[in-house]
């Protein structure tokens, strides 16, 4: 969350506890009599204006890269990750 956050507050789009939060998953498996996580799924939630949705897309596309802990995973654990957008509450 804190590295799609700060890429997001890099484009002026603010992540307050009330209008961003995730939702996380996971799967443990027996691999060769070895407990392994194998599996990392993550659904993020952001309240977002219409007129910046555009710029959230552009953030989500590129945080994973940037990202240390996945960075750090990846091609050992699979992580499918998800960004629910919603309207900005009036």
Known sequence: MGTLATVLVGKKIATP??????EVEGDIENVNNVLKITQIRVKYH???????KQDVQEAFAAYLMRCPAAQSV???????????????PV
């Open 74 to 88: 990846i091609g050992c654990i699979d992580i499918q990750d998800e960004l629910m957008m919603e309207n900005l």
């Open 46 to 52: 952001l309240q977002v204006a219409d007129d910046r």
């Open 17 to 22: 506890e009330a209008r961003y939060w995730a």
